[in-house]
C-alpha cells in the first residue's frame, strides 16, 4: 500500500503548515489525527496477520520498538541533558514522563507550558498507550467482541470530551488518550473490515465515509469560520467541538480506505517523492520544532535587514529544507540501519510447525 506513505507526507506537510503559520492551514494540527487513524489501521492489519503466528507479542513490541524508540530517545535525551547542564532542575525532573510517555499527565496540568520544545510528543506518547493495550485485545477479542471493543473506543473518546467541555483548560479535550480513542479505533475498524471484503465493497465504503466526514466537518467549519481553529482556546468552546474529531476520524478513514485500495482519485499519493517524506515523517515530526527554532536564529539578521516578502518566503523555505534534510540523514545514518535489525531480531515459526500450523 505505498500511497499510505503518501498519506502520511499530506500529513506532517499539514502540521508543518500550521506550526508555520501559513494562511489558510488553521487546521493544519488535524494531521496529527491523520496520522492517528493511519497508525490505527497498520497496526490492527499488522496484528490480525500476525494473530496465529508464534511470538505474536515478542515480535510486534521488538519491530515498534526498533521503529519508535531509538530517535525519540536521542531527542529527548540530547533536550533535557541540555536542561540539567544549563541548571533547569523544573524541565530535568519531568524526565521520567517523557521515559515512561505519561507525558501526556505534566503537559495537560501546565497547559504545555512545561518542556515547551516538546509539546508535540503527547502523540507519540498517545499512540505508545495505545500499543501497550490494543495488540492484547487482538488476541483476546474476536468477531463481533471486536467490533464491541472498537465502538465502546469510539463512545469513550465522544463521552470523554462532552464531559470536559467547558472546563477552563481546553487542552483536557484533545491532549490525552481517551479523547483521541475515535480516531484510533476509526483506523482499527477498517483494517477488520477489510479482513473480510473485497477490494471493490472497501472502495465504496471509503467513498461514503469521506464523503460522509467532510461534509459533517466541513459543516462545523463554516459554522464556526475557518479563522477559530488556530487554537483550542477559540474552537474548544464551541457546542460542536466534542463531535469535530469524530467527524474527522470519518472523513480520515475514508481517505485510508481509498488510499489502501488504490481508489482513483488517491492514486498520485503512491509517486516517489511523496513517498520519501512520508517514510522519514517521523523524523520530520520529531525535528521541526527544534529546527525550526534554529534556523529563526540563525536568519534573525537577514529578517533584521529586511521584512519583505521574499525573505518571508526564504526563511520558510530554509526552514522545511533544513527539517526534510535532518530527518533524511536521521533516516540514511541512525534510522534506517536499526530498522535493518527487525527481521534479523524478530522470531518466525519452524519450517516443521509452518508446515503442520
Known sequence: ????????????????????????????????????????????????????????????????????????????????????????????RLLPYYLTYTQTYPQLLTRYASAPWLGHTWSLAIEEQFYLMWPFAILVLQGRWRAVALGAFALLAVGTRVVVHGHDN?????????????????????????????????????????????????GMVALAGLQVFWSPITWVPLWFSPYFPTAMAIFFAGLVTLTAVQARPMRWLANRPMMRIGKISYGLYLFHPFVFHWVDRLCSPLRA?????????AILTAKIAATVLAAELSWRCFEGPINALKDRLTRKASPRAQATG
Open 1 to 92: 500500500m505505498p500511497g499510505l506513505d503518501g498519506l502520511r507526507a499530506i500529513a506532517i506537510g499539514a502540521v508543518f503548515g500550521f506550526h508555520l503559520g501559513l494562511p489558510g492551514m488553521s487546521l493544519g494540527w488535524t494531521g496529527v489525527q491523520l496520522f492517528f487513524v493511519i497508525s490505527g489501521f497498520l497496526i490492527t492489519g499488522i496484528l490480525l496477520r500476525a494473530r496465529e503466528r508464534p511470538y505474536y507479542f515478542r515480535n510486534f513490541y521488538i519491530r515498534r520498538t526498533l521503529r519508535i524508540f531509538p530517535i525519540y530517545y536521542l531527542v529527548i535525551g540530547i533536550y533535557f541533558l541540555a536542561a540539567y547542564l544549563q541548571g533547569d532542575g523544573a524541565t530535568a
Open 305 to 313: 535587514m529586511s521584512q519583505g516578502l521574499p525573505v518571508t518566503l
Open 170 to 218: 481546553p487542552f483536557l479535550s484533545l491532549g490525552w488518550l481517551p479523547t483521541q480513542l475515535d480516531l484510533l479505533a476509526a483506523g482499527a475498524a477498517i483494517a477488520v473490515l477489510a479482513a473480510g471484503r473485497t477490494a471493490d465493497q472497501m472502495r465504496r465504503l471509503g467513498y461514503v465515509l469521506s464523503g460522509i466526514g467532510l461534509l459533517i466537518s466541513a
